[in-house]
């Protein structure tokens, strides 16, 4: 290299040098805008709205929910809530700062419901209006080469075939058939081409999925707000209406009043057991339970007869009741010291087993002088072995007893703390009946009475009734949320099944002066029935039209499917 060339070489290199170091200053002083009030809300509300936004909303509420299960709800048991603030002092008054023992219409839990919410609205509003538009517009051009697109045919008409212009429109109305949006178009060249589409509810299904994840969400809400679920026990020949104060435990929506209790009545007339008699490996299994409840909808309807089977509940003025368990309720009187009747009427048993074993706690606070309380079991049919223990062999009443442990003292009713009718706190009792005691226990056979130890009074065991425990639920979201369910479904199915698909045919007149018509297809997406598409196209322009069918490198006539050809391309996309 001379030395003209050297200097030349450094030259250069110190005027880049100089661009480079120039374009770092202008770097260097360009400020980036900042954005303002109207600009902010405005990315803001797009981060909000993205696709991932929304799936991240979805999984971090799954997540919230998670606590729900973990920890002891209100709503579903204030009473273990109570129990385990007692039990965990410090834990659980943090906890329920954070609202752990109320997730589900916490702050923290609603918020990201909400923005979830709000975030499917954002995503699926515009694309909807986005492809309402689409679904207005003619399908894309016709490409110039339709030789380069994934499946591709050509056919040569012969004379006694129609011209190009009617070999188009024939094509069009052929597609028209098979499901296409048709567009016939002018060619520069003198001839005509037709571009269809078809698959758009692919979209349409894809849109409806989502309003319908909309739907559910917003009838759960509703549901969540306005529902109401309650428990009730009744003995036969009572009745229940359906006023707050009559049920045993109740469950309200958060925007919950009372108004909103439907007015009803019902009562039980009787019920039936049917149990295994014939099986002798399921001797005595339950097959069936029939409640008969007199039914009256509102304050001055008919009253009707109806049954309430296990999976079988009625409706009542929008209010669904369930059967969901059913026992023996042994009506007793018990009398003070004074003689007088402390207690009297059927006392609802917990069954413990399959042979209807139930547990039986008695409380009567109005017993003088001293407040009195039993605990014991009640055996449908008795048994009593060598061991002395009576058991129940039989869930029919075919031997009834009652055997019972007898109390007095202070039973803490007065303290006006809620208690658990079906627990008896003994810690500030006295023992009167047990069967390690001189006294023994106390066995009673329907009709017997027993007179308690130190003239504290009596217990008579007077028959028995029987009772069904009731789910009262009264959801005015649940049909939404099921209609909104199964056409989620349904559009699913339909977004992921239904393919989107282009064709163009173009028609032209050969040098020969005969119709030449070619055509090409298009997946929008992986297609594997593209092909077959092809082949279906091709059979029935031959069908439709004097088709002359090219020869092989044999002399023979190829056929419908050898001739719909698929090209190795490397650009799909029309030009």
Not at 435 to 460: A, H, V
Request: with cysteine.
């Amino acid at each position: 290299m001379s030395q003209e060339d050297n200097v030349r070489a450094t030259r250069a290199e110190e005027a880049q040098s100089d661009r480079t170091t120039r374009q770092r200053e202008d770097r260097r002083d360009v400020a980036v805008p900042a954005l303002g009030f109207k600009e902010s809300l405005r990315f803001a509300w797009r981060q909000l709205t993205s696709m991932r936004t929304a799936l991240m909303l979805l999984l971090l509420l799954a997540v919230a929910a998670v606590p729900g299960s973990l920890f002891p709800q209100r709503p579903a048991g204030p009473e273990i809530v109570n129990q385990y603030l007692k039990d965990n002092p410090v834990q659980g008054e943090w906890l329920d700062r954070f609202q752990m023992f109320d997730v589900y219409s916490s702050v923290w839990f609603s918020a990201i419901y909400i923005l979830l919410f709000v975030s499917l609205i954002g995503c699926v509003v515009p694309r909807a209006a986005k492809h309402a538009k689409d679904l207005r517009s003619a399908p894309p051009r016709t490409p110039r080469r339709l030789n380069r697109l994934p499946e591709y045919g050509k056919v040569v008409l012969e004379s006694t075939g129609p011209s190009p212009r009617d070999a188009v429109a024939q094509a069009a109305r052929i597609l028209k058939k098979r499901g296409y949006r048709t567009d016939v178009r002018e060619e520069p060249d003198g001839g005509a081409s037709v571009g269809a589409e078809r698959g758009y509810v692919r979209e349409i299904g894809n849109i409806f999925f989502h309003l319908s994840l909309i739907g559910v969400l917003a009838f759960m809400a509703v549901g969540g707000l306005l529902s109401y679920s309650g428990q009730k026990i009744i003995v036969e020949g009572e009745g229940f209406a359906n006023t707050l104060v009559a049920y045993d435990s109740f469950t309200p929506g958060s925007a919950f009043s009372e108004d909103r209790l439907e007015p009803f009545s019902m009562t039980l007339d009787g019920f039936e057991a049917v149990f295994d008699r014939e099986s002798e490996t399921h001797y005595g299994q339950p097959l069936d339970f029939t409640a008969h409840m007199t039914v009256q909808e509102g304050t001055g309807g008919e009253a009707t007869q109806q049954d309430l089977k296990v999976n079988h509940p009625f409706d009542i003025g929008g209010t669904r009741v369930y059967l969901v368990g059913n026992g023996y309720a042994p009506e007793v009187t018990v009398r003070d010291g004074n003689g007088d009747i402390a207690f009297q009427g059927p006392v609802v048993a917990q069954v413990q087993d399959q042979l209807y074993t139930s547990l039986m706690v008695i409380k009567a606070p109005d017993a003088q002088p001293e407040q009195l309380g039993f605990v014991g079991f009640f055996l449908p049919t008795a048994y009593t072995g060598e061991d002395g223990v009576a058991v129940s062999i039989d869930p029919e009443l075919y031997e009834p007893e009652l055997n019972l442990n007898s109390y007095y003292g202070d039973l803490g009713l007065d303290d006006g703390e809620p208690q658990n009718v079906y627990v008896l706190d003994t810690d500030n009792l006295t023992e009167l009946n047990n069967r390690d005691l001189e006294s023994g226990g106390i066995t009673l056979s329907p009709g017997e009475s027993y007179d308690l130890p130190e003239g504290k009074g009596s217990i008579s065991f007077d028959g028995v009734q029987r009772y069904v425990g009731l789910d009262i639920h009264h959801d005015p979201g649940k049909w939404g949320v099921g209609f909104f369910a199964v056409l989620a479904l349904v559009s699913l199915g339909v977004s992921l099944f239904v393919r989107r698909r282009r064709v163009w045919v173009r028609s032209a007149t050969g040098p020969d002066g005969s119709t030449m018509v070619e055509y090409g297809l298009l997946a929008r997406g992986e297609d594997f029935g593209l092909r077959e598409e092809n082949v279906s196209l091709r059979r029935q322009f031959e069908k439709t039209w004097p088709v002359v069918a090219p020869e092989d490198d044999s002399g023979n006539r190829q056929t419908a499917s050898s001739t719909a050809g698929t090209t190795g391309a490397t650009e799909n996309r029309p030009e």
